[in-house]
């Protein structure tokens, strides 16, 4: 499993970005994929999921100003990211998952960096 990150860049506050993750392979292998990002001295933080069936799901910290959405004849799964934030500055992370009973296995992408001036 691939997955590959891009779309990351240097952007005012108050701009736009989208992240782009595109996968080696159907994106329907997988029970749901996501964003990540983390911070210098930070946690891992979660961000947006899109499951197989197409839920989403939003940490409180980015809804409302992130989207999550996929394209499965690209294979690709997107963040829309509005009103972005100095404190939005990480490194974004992608991520599919598998979960065969109470195991879960998850798949990252290399991460793409996202700044934020304010």
């Known amino acids: 499993v691939q997955l590959q990150a891009s779309g990351g860049g240097l952007v005012q506050a108050g701009g736009s970005l989208r992240l782009s993750c595109a996968a080696s392979?159907?994106?329907?292998?997988?029970?749901?994929m996501g964003w990540y990002r983390q911070a210098p001295g930070n946690q891992r933080e979660f961000l947006a999921t899109?499951?197989?069936?197409?839920?989403?799901g939003y940490a409180d910290s980015v809804k409302g100003r992130f989207t999550i959405s996929r394209d499965s004849a690209k294979n690709t799964v997107y963040l829309q990211m509005n009103s972005l934030k100095p404190e939005d500055t990480a490194v974004y992370y992608c991520?599919?998952?598998?979960?065969?009973?109470?195991?879960?296995?998850?798949?990252w992408g290399q991460g793409t960096q996202v700044t934020v001036s304010s």
């Open positions: 991520n599919a998952f598998i979960t065969i009973g109470p195991q879960r296995r998850d798949y």
């Open positions: 899109i499951s197989n069936g197409g839920s989403t």
């Open positions: 392979g159907s994106i329907f292998r997988f029970n749901g």
